[in-house]
Nanobody, 120 residues
């Protein structure tokens, strides 16, 4: 069984910063791409940023220059440093990862989500 557990959400004022972290645990053989998605009320879930096992990154246009994704392959963690936060960044943020277990097949896993609220 594989689990993704997020931490680090909360309430922050516009212009502030937050750092989200996600730890993968369980019977993990290897992890391919890891990423963060978000879903605001009444909207579809959208990609925020992804990072491959070779640390190639991809960002949504809305967060480029403000957010930075990183990972620690040894610890099976992925983080999202969010700076210059705006009210429109308010959403539930979900960790995502493509993980293979002992079966050597890759499956997609999601965390439970962590709330980020940007408000004065």
């Amino acid at each position: 069984q594989v689990q993704l557990v997020e931490s680090g959400g909360g309430l922050v004022q516009p212009g502030g910063s937050l750092r989200l972290s996600c730890a993968a645990s369980g019977s993990i053989f290897s992890i391919n791409t890891m990423g963060w998605y978000r879903q605001a009320p009444g909207k579809q879930r959208e990609l925020v940023a992804t990072i491959t096992s070779s640390t190639s990154t991809n960002y949504a246009d809305a967060v480029k220059g403000r957010f930075t994704i990183s990972r620690d392959n040894g610890e099976n963690t992925v983080s999202l440093q969010m700076n210059s936060l705006k009210p429109e960044d308010t959403a539930v943020y979900y960790c995502n990862a493509r993980i293979s277990t002992l079966s050597r097949k890759f499956y997609e896993y999601w965390g439970q989500g962590t709330q980020v609220t940007v408000s004065s």
